[in-house]
């Protein structure tokens, strides 16, 4: 899971606050470890900081520029070339023609030259904002910073090959928002590096979540974090349960009526679970019928799973689980 340490917004923020990039994200990724600690979310094995992969993307940069999938901009930044990539868009599933200029940097106030107004930047030339924040790093091509896309690949095509896997990712994840531009951009620069035809054999893109039917965003501020619903007394565990039962790639309403009815539900399993667990110490529940349905719960959820993660499916199988669990317990 990337942590993105270094990009215009937090180069942008830290200089407002005279302190070093490194300085002001810490307190960032701090409050996100605790966050997902208590959403009871399993640490991800490698958490790579963009900040500590620079040589690996300066070595993406030069193998680009060297078989011609990358040009020096007039100002000194590097560019990857939309028209040495014919397959461009075939994520997103947008024409070329729809490309619109501009859409492909995260701060579209960046003002660099370009050969195409569609090409993004690999490699920001350095300037003062940066150097007094501690975000320039030395290159063959010129001193600057990555780019943001730039980042993702090359830490991620760093930590697989290490790690022996080869250079194609089995499942890339995010949101639906970065499906274009930031994912077409990461498959592009990736395939130019690697010569591979994919970056990532499955792609899996999570739905907005919505705030009483309003997409969540700090433009309509709804933003509601987890530290949020903690104060406010909801479990973790009720939580959890309401993004199980909707599809990853539907958008889900959070409401004071879903996190109510997650919380019943919630209540319902663990009461099942206490009282399973009294039934296993007195040695009740060795019936034969405990181990039809527990191979019947198990069948179910690996089905659901297996079909494209049909959480809600799994979900309910969970639910007749419990509730004829209860019925052999009575």
């Known amino acids: 899971m990337n942590l993105t340490d270094v990009d215009d917004r937090i180069i942008s923020e830290a200089g407002k606050a005279g302190r070093t990039i490194e300085e002001f994200v810490a307190p960032f ?66 024409d070329r023609r729809q490309l619109k200029a501009g859409a492909s940097e995260r ?11 569609r090409d993004w930047v ?9 150097e007094r924040v501690g975000a320039a790093w030395d290159a063959p091509f010129g001193r600057g910073r990555p780019g943001w896309h730039l980042e993702c690949s ?20 995010g949101g639906v928002d970065l499906i274009f531009p930031h994912h077409e951009n990461e498959i592009a620069q990736s395939c130019a590096y690697t010569g591979q035809p994919e970056l990532a054999r499955y792609w899996m893109h999570g739905e907005f979540l919505n705030v009483r039917g309003t997409k969540m965003s ?45 919380r019943e539900g919630s209540r319902r399993i663990g009461e099942f679970d206490s009282r399973l667990g009294v039934a296993i110490k007195a040695g009740g529940t060795e019936a034969p019928q405990f181990g039809e349905l527990a191979g019947t719960l198990r069948e179910a959820v690996t089905t659901a799973l297996n079909d494209d993660l049909n959480s809600p499916q799994a979900i309910a199988a969970v639910f007749d689980f419990v509730a004829e669990g209860n019925r052999l317990l009575d």
Request: glycine share 8%.
């Open 154 to 173: 090359a830490m991620a095509l760093d930590l697989i090959g290490r790690h022996g896997y080869g250079d194609v990712l089995d499942l890339h994840a």
């Open 122 to 130: 690999l490699w920001k030339a350095a300037r003062p904002e940066d």
């Open 29 to 94: 990724i701090a409050a996100f470890d605790e966050d997902r600690d208590w959403l009871r979310i399993r640490p991800a094995h490698e958490y790579p900081r963009a900040t500590r992969y620079v040589e690996s993307m300066i070595r993406l940069v030069e193998r680009l520029l060297a078989n011609g999938a990358a040009y020096r901009g007039e100002d000194g930044s590097v560019y990857f070339s939309i028209a040495k990539f014919p397959g461009y868009g075939r994520l997103s599933q947008l």
């Open 218 to 262: 700090k433009r309509f501020g709804n933003i509601t974090t987890p530290r949020d619903l903690r104060e406010d007394g909801v479990d973790s565990g009720a939580l959890r349960l309401l993004m199980f039962q909707t599809r990853y790639r539907q958008k889900l309403d959070l409401t004071d009526e879903s996190l109510a009815a997650a």
């Open 107 to 117: 701060v579209n106030a960046d003002d660099y030259s370009k050969e195409d107004a």
